[in-house]
């Protein structure tokens, strides 16, 4: 990559990196609300321990100028991708309003502690559940 092009990449990595935002996380899928929200900063992931099972916090920023209704859940797998012990099954929808242009933690711990990895699922919601 040579002149232009290259000072284009990293003009618009340190305009992101001024702006705020997060690099894409894939255990995060956003849904039908790109565009609505992004990551504010990269997910905190407390891993399980034989006495505790694992914590995620994951920042969130509203893009928008109105009020976001967004529902979620978190998934939580074992070592061999399963669903992790104690996880319900289909999953429950929380329901969260984001006020204009602020930023919230969602947060989600694990029934159990086998769980190795995770998964934040995001949709946009109508109503204010």
């Not at 990595?13 to 900063?41: H, I, M, Q, S, Y």
């Not at 969260?96 to 029934?111: E, F, K, R």
Request: proline content about 9%.
């Amino acid at each position: 990559m040579h002149g232009p092009m290259k000072y284009g990449l990293i003009l618009g990595v340190c305009a992101a990196a001024v702006a705020g935002c997060a690099a894409p996380d894939p255990n995060v899928v956003f849904g039908n609300t790109k565009g609505v929200v992004r990551l504010a900063e990269p997910p905190v992931v407390k891993t399980a321990t034989t006495a505790a099972p694992m914590r995620v916090a994951v920042p969130l920023e509203s893009k928008l100028s109105g009020t976001v209704n967004l529902q979620y859940h978190f998934e939580f797998f074992d070592l061999d991708g399963l669903p992790s012990h104690g996880s319900p099954n289909p999953p429950t929808w929380s329901f969260i309003q984001i006020a204009p242009h602020s930023q919230v933690t969602l947060t989600g711990n694990s029934a159990d502690t086998d769980a190795v990895s995770w998964k934040l699922m995001l949709k946009k919601s109508d109503s204010s559940e």
